[in-house]
């Protein structure tokens, strides 16, 4: 079975620095990852997916996740923090029911908290 | 388009009660899904639904309902509520079923207290 696991609860950076949430996977086959954010009292938003196509993927509000085979990760990043981008982030791994159709393991999540 | 719609947003219920969590989607998405966020454990699966009057099981399906009569609507009902399924709760929809890169499109969510 395929999982998901983010490192870290709780992130906590200052508005203008790196932005840094771990994701690592474990799959049998060659994964589907996601990052999906959840700003307050708001659904899902998808920010970025992995498809195979390229390993480093760019997504919206600047962004990006590198697939890491070796390493088994899908970390998301970004550049300089906002204070927009305190949110809870998701990442996720696309899995099949029995039923053969899809579903979406999530991690626990991360909540990104932003300070002036 | 207004995607994935929900409602209600919040309501309070007192154990042995029903109600029914409605979905709607305009987006002619064949596939539809209902998710249950806890915390601590991300988001779980709850029932599925790949066409009107086709749907099954997910991961955590004990105490809930669902049926599928056209594309648009795919309703989750709580047949006798306890404080167990005190959560928020998220439809998704996706054009496809199987595509394992398919984006899933998620409502705003409704968030069920149990009492």
């Known amino acids: 079975a395929q999982s998901v696991t983010q490192l870290g609860s709780h992130v906590s950076v200052s508005e203008g620095a790196l932005v840094l949430l771990r994701c690592n996977y474990s799959?049998?086959?060659?994964?589907?990852l996601f990052w999906y954010v959840q700003y307050p009292n708001q659904g899902l938003q998808l920010l970025l997916k992995?498809?195979?196509?390229?390993?480093l993927v760019k997504g919206i509000n600047g962004f990006e996740a590198e697939f890491k085979k070796s390493e088994t990760s899908f970390h998301l990043t970004k550049p300089s923090a906002h204070m927009s981008d305190a949110a809870e982030y998701f990442c996720?791994?696309?899995?099949?029911?029995?039923?053969?159709?899809?579903?979406?393991?999530f991690g626990a999540g991360t909540r990104l908290a932003v300070h002036p | 388009n207004a995607g994935v719609t929900q409602t209600p947003k919040f309501q309070v219920l007192k154990t042995g009660q029903s109600m029914t969590l409605q979905c709607a989607q305009d987006m002619n998405h064949e596939y539809m899904s209902w998710y249950r966020q806890d915390p601590g454990m991300g988001l779980r699966l709850i029932h599925y639904s790949v066409g009107a009057g086709i749907t099954d099981q997910g991961e955590v399906p004990n105490g809930y309902n669902v049926s599928r009569s056209t594309t648009e609507d795919f309703p989750l009902r709580l047949l006798s509520a306890a404080p167990s399924q005190t959560s928020v709760y998220f439809c998704?929809?996706?054009?496809?079923?199987?595509?394992?890169?398919?984006?899933?499109?998620f409502g705003p969510g409704t968030r069920l207290l149990v009492l």
């Open positions: 998704a929809s996706s054009y496809s079923g199987t595509r394992m890169a398919e984006t899933q499109y």
């Open positions: 996720a791994v696309s899995d099949k029911e029995r039923g053969g159709y899809n579903k979406l393991i």
């Open positions: 799959s049998s086959v060659p994964p589907y």
């Open positions: 992995y498809t195979s196509a390229a390993t």
